[in-house]
């Protein structure tokens, strides 16, 4: 069994910026693929990031390109999430989740995720 629990989330203006860290237990995470993705009000989960076992391999959505950088410390069992340039259009529930077939890059389907968090708001104002 994996626990994931993520923290930093909050409220945050426009152009601002945000760390979430994903904090695993039980099991070490260092030979797991992790991702964030996320869930605004009345809409679907969607895909937000991935980052291969060993941080070779990372990949965003194209919404969040450029503004997000996901990042691992293996010896800490912690996946983060750096989010600058924040829009209102970010604010949603972030969710980290572990998909634990071991030295998998990743993927964009939360499906193939075998544990998640409980998630931690972030609500980006104009």
């Known amino acids: 069994q994996v626990q994931l629990v993520e923290s930093g989330g909050g409220l945050v203006q426009a152009g601002g910026s945000v760390r979430l860290s994903c904090a695993a237990s039980?099991?070490?995470?260092?030979?797991?693929?992790m991702a964030w993705f996320r869930q605004a009000p009345g809409k679907e989960r969607e895909f937000v990031s991935h980052?291969?076992?060993?941080?070779?391999?990372?990949y965003y959505a194209g919404s969040v390109k450029g503004r997000f950088t996901i990042s691992r410390d293996n010896a800490k069992n912690t996946v983060y999430l750096q989010m600058n340039s924040l829009k209102p259009e970010d604010t949603a529930v972030y969710y980290c989740?572990?998909?634990?077939?071991?030295?998998?890059?990743?993927?964009?389907?939360?499906?193939?995720?075998?544990?998640w968090g409980q998630g931690t708001q972030v609500t980006v104002s104009s």
């Open positions: 980052i291969s076992w060993d941080g070779s391999s990372i």
């Open positions: 039980g099991r070490t995470i260092s030979s797991y693929a």
């Open positions: 989740a572990a998909e634990t077939r071991p030295f998998y890059s990743g993927s964009n389907y939360g499906a193939l995720y075998n544990y």
